[in-house]
């Protein structure tokens, strides 16, 4: 998990996983165009990412096709945030639900008025 937590600590890398999660599958030469940065730097973030087993790849002929691995990513919500959270934030939930439910109640009276 050390690994995940240090390939997510970088903005870079953090950038590159919301475009795979926008478009996955993208090659090295795609993902470059959505960063101002080399190739090299782009390739070294990406080393980090699949060591860290947020980017899978798959070779199509000659081209390196990167993908998304949200499994960690769930891992550690599940760890951090479902376990000590889950209730407090579905509590959170239902009383924004109810708020928004009232302040619509409010509009549509003021509508009618």
């Known amino acids: 998990m050390d690994a995940v937590f240090k390939a997510l600590a970088d903005p870079t890398r953090r950038q590159l996983l919301d475009l795979l999660h926008a478009r996955n599958g993208q090659t090295l030469g795609e993902l ?3 960063l101002a940065m080399t190739r090299q730097a782009v390739s070294k973030h990406l080393a980090l990412l699949e060591e860290a087993n947020l980017v899978a790849t798959a070779w199509r002929g000659r081209e390196k096709l990167h993908y998304l691995n949200p499994v960690p990513i769930h891992e ?3 760890r ?3 376990k000590f959270e889950r209730d407090r934030l579905r509590a ?3 009383l924004k639900r109810g708020l928004e439910a009232r302040a619509d109640a409010g509009d549509e009276g003021e509508r009618e008025g």
């Open 92 to 94: 959170l939930h239902d």
């Open 76 to 78: 550690i919500a599940e």
């Open 32 to 34: 470059c165009e959505g």
């Open 80 to 82: 951090w945030i479902g």
